[in-house]
């Protein structure tokens, strides 16, 4: 009987821990526009330096100084749409020259 369970068990919390990273996710905005990102990014930094502090006392190391990044998803979202929108502008054309690179090698290999 309990073989029959474990894995109906196992299955639900999978499920259980996968939606929650889900609903997280949703809730502080990660899932939402660039704007809800940079707010989620600007709270995480404010939230997470405390926590480390806070946890390296409690098990007695030290952690060297965190790297100050300045970072902005819009911008990092607009450039990867804007690279992706051009690779798929380009793509007939590469296509094209890649095809007649390849005609070309097999003649060369069929003379």
């Known amino acids: 009987m309990a073989a029959k369970i474990l894995p109906v068990v196992k299955l639900a919390t999978k499920v259980g821990i996968a939606g929650g990273a889900v609903y997280v996710a949703y809730d502080s905005g990660l899932l939402g ?5 940079s707010v989620a ?4 930094k404010a ?6 502090e806070e946890w390296t006392k ?12 300045e970072f ?27 095809t007649s690179q390849g005609f070309e090698y097999l003649k060369g290999l069929a003379k």
């Not at 526009?33 to 990102?37: A, I, L, N």
């Not at 409690?58 to 990044?69: D, M, N, T, V």
């Not at 990092?76 to 793509?91: C, P, Q």
């Open 33 to 37: 526009g660039s704007d809800e990102g």
């Open 72 to 98: 902005s998803p819009a911008d990092a979202w607009n450039s990867g749409v804007r690279k992706s929108i051009h690779a798929l502008s380009v793509a007939p054309t590469a296509v094209c020259d890649y």
């Open 47 to 52: 939230a997470i330096p405390p926590a480390v």
């Open 41 to 44: 990014l600007s709270k995480a």
């Open 58 to 69: 409690y098990f007695g190391f030290e952690l060297p100084a965190a790297p100050k990044i």
